[in-house]
């Protein structure tokens, strides 16, 4: 009996023990199970922040770079713009020219004025000018009767049929200058016509006696209509101006539009032109000319 007893005491122990075996197995692979989710969900978190922080990286890197060629287009577009602006109002670097000038020039160009019989051809000689491509700002147009010999100012005023006064005429000298200018921006292409004087006094009165028919010798040349109701024109005055700190002389149309100026670029070179942009042009190319390095 306590043989059996102790057989059945045995075996309960045996039974008991097993199971808080189980239950302690159990526990440590649940505490196992609950370490390895949470250094996985660790990691898990790192993965994302790092992942996070390269994504960031990226876009800066990514923003940086687009900023950088955004400061290097800019950069390149002003000193593009500055270098262009240089060369429309930085003094002009004078070139060697075949046949001297009253202003500098860039291009030449040769007419044999056989070629030109009166007004109408020469408007005719300048409009094909106008339509040509060529570079540089101002182009020279010489009328010449034999090889390089040029007509003198009073025999281009005989061709053109001018009735500049006498005492004008008789003040200038050989050499004159028809041009064209052409401004880089693409706008409207300038005429102009520059004479020489030896008296000045004599010169701006005498411009000024020469305004009641300017607009009817040139008006063809520069293009103004004085037909029909713009016969009007014929009556209008010229009307005292400032340009680039010089005085001239402008003749408005009928919607107040500026037809053409009259004006001395200094004491000797009187102009006729219908572009404000050629004054400016031509004063400057004087103010570089006549500079002196100190």
Not at 25 to 42: F, H, L, P
Not at 114 to 124: C, P
């Given at each position: ?7 059945n ?7 008991i ?7 302690a ?18 990691r898990?978190?790192e ?13 800066y ?9 955004i400061?290097?287009?800019g ?24 046949i ?10 040769l007419?044999p004025s ?11 000689v300048?409009?094909k ?8 700002l ?10 390089k ?6 025999e281009?005023?005989d061709?053109v049929?001018?009735s500049?006064p ?10 004159f ?33 020469w305004?009641k ?13 004085i037909?029909g ?5 014929l ?30 670029l ?29």
């Open positions: 009996m306590d043989e059996q007893n102790n057989l005491l045995n075996k309960k122990s045996e039974a023990h097993t199971y808080a075996g189980d239950m197995s159990m526990v440590r692979d649940n505490e196992a199970s609950v370490i390895k989710i949470a250094m996985a969900e660790q898990r978190r993965a994302e922040v790092q992942k996070d922080n390269s994504r960031k990286q990226k876009n890197a990514l923003m940086f770079a687009i900023f950088s060629i400061l290097i287009f950069a390149i577009y002003i000193y593009k713009y500055l270098n262009q602006k240089g060369k429309i109002e930085a003094t002009h670097t004078e070139i060697v020219t075949e001297p000038t009253l202003i500098p020039d860039d291009i030449q160009t007419i056989n070629t030109i019989a009166g007004r109408e051809d020469l408007v005719r300048i409009a000018a106008r339509e040509d491509k060529k570079a540089g101002i182009e020279s147009i010489f009328l010449t009767s034999g090889g010999q040029t007509l003198s100012s009073t281009f005023l061709l049929g001018s500049i006498n005492a004008f005429e008789r003040s200038l000298s050989p050499d200058m028809i041009g064209l200018y052409r401004p880089v921006d693409g706008t409207k292409i300038g005429t102009f016509f520059i004479f020489k004087s030896s008296s000045y006094d004599q010169a701006v009165a005498g411009s000024y006696a305004e028919t300017l607009l009817d010798e040139f008006s063809t040349i520069f293009g103004v209509d037909s109701e713009n016969k009007i024109l009556q209008k005055s010229f009307e005292d101006t400032i340009i680039y700190n010089t005085d001239a002389r402008v003749l408005y149309g009928t919607n107040n539009e500026p037809l053409f100026y009259s004006l001395f200094n004491q000797n070179l009187y102009m006729l032109t219908d572009s404000k942009d050629v004054i400016v042009e031509a004063i400057k190319r004087l103010r570089t000319q006549n500079a002196k390095p100190l």
